[in-house]
């Protein structure tokens, strides 16, 4: 997977903590925000993923389980 930069205005106070931690624990600070952005991606489409699935489950009685649904999902991966 090939990098690139991406610029973002970010609270200075906010940076400061990021370098401190990232310093302290010996961590790249790209590759923690990189994580960090991947984290809170995958949280805001589950989110979005459970919102549909309760819709959907709601108005389809033939809808599949949430269990099947989640399986199906890790195997997409």
Partial sequence: ???????????????SKIKEFCAEHGVKQGFFVEKA????LAKEEL???MLDFKTL???DASAISFEEY???RALKK
């Fill in 1 to 15: 997977m090939s990098k690139i930069s991406y610029a973002v205005k970010v609270d200075g106070r906010l940076i």
């Fill in 37 to 40: 952005l991947k984290e809170q």
């Fill in 47 to 49: 989110h979005e993923d």
């Fill in 57 to 59: 489950t709601a108005q």
């Fill in 70 to 72: 989640l399986k199906k």
